[in-house]
């Protein structure tokens, strides 16, 4: 596999206010995400995994440092712009899914080829082929609260994939799953997200599929603390 | 995104519908509100309205409408007639009375006496019965509405007699005339039999109608029997609008519909803001993913319109077709009679639907902006 580099982050920095206090999140991030693999970012609740994941996508700008995705500084975009680069090169997975309730599964796997400008009926047609390669399409027509929960995550996935991302992002995919349902997901992403030019991060602390990450980042206290293909022994 | 965007409401088909009563509400309660109001206060100028020819009313100095009059002399009419321009001019009486109806009770009349020989100062149309049974004696002719009101027992009103201030009269026909505003019932007779109905003093015309020769406006005929003649003269809309005027003036009845027409509006904006907002924070899950996946706040906010714009167009529309459906309705009662919808109604209730959609959209469209994508990892 190639070793394009997906995400490069220098000196990521985050700070939030609470109240008068100044808390730092993350404490200057340096990493690269390679193309190709699938990489887990790992820590406990208030690590900043989230909002290492966030920056790296481009949806919280860091308080210092930079993201280049791709090779585009991505907060050096104006806001029109950034908005437009996540729509061409970003997939997003959310752990609720964040389906929309009164359109279909295939019109929810269209939405972001709908946004991008496509007509709604050819966003369709091309949503329902993901479906498909997902073993959903015979539920491309019902709504998501028609489908059980590992299938509206496959909708979920359709959705992230169907415009053909380089950078796919999931938040914690296989909270609500069990065991093998949670390994058959982390197979199927493998699958269908993970490619050369194409790289696919998982915000997880499900110890049960760490086995299938390419690589872990382990994230304690805002600082990376563990870059390895495995967990380190004394987690 | 449109499509989703309206899917997105109407997939949601309790706020959805809450919405869309909150607006069809509102409109109705705002159109049927302002309709009452205005055909109300319209009635204020129904005697000039129900007099079909005259160009110019002329009366004392101090006469302000039809019902608060002051009498002039009767050397009043040669004046007017005196003046170049009139074509034509005729005596008018309006004055009230007291009837005795059937069962024994008193009921406040009004007294109209039209010119003896040309009968001018009548309705333009009758319902029953011909403007000539006036040459028959103690002749009136009644108005539609105060025959009902009169004759509530469903009795024939054609014949029937009526002791009218210690005088004889005999209802002979029925006119289509518009009600006045306290639907008082009113009786038309010749000016000389009513100056017998009415009780005497020396002067006893209340107006003058005249009409001008032509090429003479009505404004310009109005202005030179003031100067010649020392009276007052309004031309018809004038003198309608002063009608209305006193009206709004006089009474109570523009605060009580305003707060009424007010309450439309705050209601309107309480349901429609506390569903919209209802409504955008069930989904601002979703709207937060689609501000992830790249969907700008201009494609946001053009979403929030076009559902605030769906709902209120339907909303809106069924406001409008009950507001049309309740005047319809009513329009067989004669207290409603003549109702209509003046054009500029609607407009105004549509401009009261754009600011009630305007503002809870507005707001509940902040709290969508001001949602940060990152939101939905947390």
Request: net charge negative; with cysteine.
């Amino acid at each position: 596999m190639s070793q394009q580099v997906a995400i490069t982050t220098r000196g990521v920095t985050r700070d939030f206010q609470s109240g008068s206090q100044t808390i730092t999140v993350l404490h200057g991030i340096d990493t690269e995400i390679r193309a190709g693999e699938l990489t887990y970012v790992v820590g406990e609740s208030g690590s900043g995994k989230t909002t290492l994941i966030s920056i790296m996508c481009g949806i919280l700008w860091p308080t210092k440092g930079e993201v280049t995705v791709f090779g585009t500084d991505i907060y050096d975009l104006d806001d029109t712009a950034l908005v437009d680069f996540r729509l061409e090169n970003i997939g997003f997975i959310f752990q609720q899914y964040n389906l929309i309730p009164s359109i279909d599964a295939a019109s929810n796997a269209a939405v972001p080829l709908i946004a991008q400008g496509m007509d709604r009926h050819e966003a369709r047609e091309k949503a329902r082929g993901m479906l498909e390669k997902l073993n959903i399409g015979d539920q491309a027509d019902k709504l998501p609260n028609q489908l059980s929960g590992g299938q509206q995550q496959r909708v979920a996935i359709a959705r992230a994939l169907v415009h053909e991302p380089r950078l796919v992002v999931c938040d914690e995919p296989t909270a609500a799953l069990d065991a093998n349902s949670g390994r058959r997901v982390m197979d199927l992403l493998r699958e269908v997200a993970v490619a050369e030019d194409r790289a696919c991060i998982i915000v997880t602390h499900d110890n049960r599929v760490f086995d299938l990450a390419d690589r872990i980042l382990v994230l304690e206290d805002g600082l990376i603390t563990h870059d390895g293909k495995e967990m380190p022994d004394d987690h | 995104m449109l499509w989703i965007a309206i899917r997105m409401l109407t997939g949601d088909k309790q706020k959805f519908y809450g919405l869309v009563f909150g607006i069809a509400f509102s409109t109705l309660l705002i159109t049927q509100q302002l309709t009452i109001f205005i055909n109300l206060i319209e009635r204020g100028a129904s005697a000039v309205y129900s007099e079909p020819t005259a160009d110019v009313w002329v009366m004392d100095p101090v006469s302000r409408t039809p019902d608060v009059n002051f009498p002039m002399p009767a050397t009043a009419l040669d004046k007017v007639r005196g003046v170049p321009g009139v074509e034509w001019a005729v005596p008018h009486l309006r004055a009230g009375a007291s009837v005795r109806t059937s069962d024994g009770d008193l009921e406040g009349v009004s007294i109209v006496g039209v010119d003896d020989a040309t009968l001018i100062g009548l309705p333009k149309r009758l319902i029953e019965g011909d403007i000539s049974v006036l040459s028959q004696p103690d002749s009136v002719i009644i108005d539609d509405v105060g025959a009902g009101k009169l004759f509530e027992n469903g009795a024939d009103p054609i014949g029937a007699r009526l002791e009218l201030n210690d005088q004889r009269a005999v209802i002979r026909g029925i006119a289509d005339a518009i009600p006045t505003f306290t639907s008082q019932v009113t009786l038309y007779t010749k000016y000389s039999q009513a100056l017998n109905y009415v009780p005497g003093t020396r002067n006893r015309m209340t107006f003058v109608i005249a009409n001008a020769a032509d090429g003479i406006t009505h404004e310009e005929l109005a202005s030179r029997i003031e100067e010649q003649t020392g009276l007052r003269a309004r031309t018809r809309e004038e003198f309608a609008q002063d009608g209305i005027d006193f009206i709004i003036e006089n009474t109570g009845i523009p605060l009580n519909f305003g707060i009424t027409v007010a309450l439309g509006f705050i209601v309107g904006v309480a349901i429609v803001g506390l569903t919209f907002s209802l409504f955008i924070r069930d989904n601002i899950k979703q709207f937060g993913a689609l501000k992830a996946i790249g969907v700008t706040n201009a494609k946001i906010r053009k979403m929030v319109t076009v559902q605030a714009g769906l709902v209120g167009l339907i909303g809106y529309g069924l406001g409008i077709l009950a507001t049309v459906a309740f005047i319809w309705g009513f329009s067989g009662n004669p207290d409603f009679k003549g109702f209509y919808i003046p054009w500029q109604i609607p407009l105004i209730s549509c401009a009261a639907v754009f600011v009630i959609l305007g503002l809870t959209g507005w707001l509940s469209l902040r709290t969508v902006l001001k949602t940060e994508p990152a939101a939905v990892f947390r």
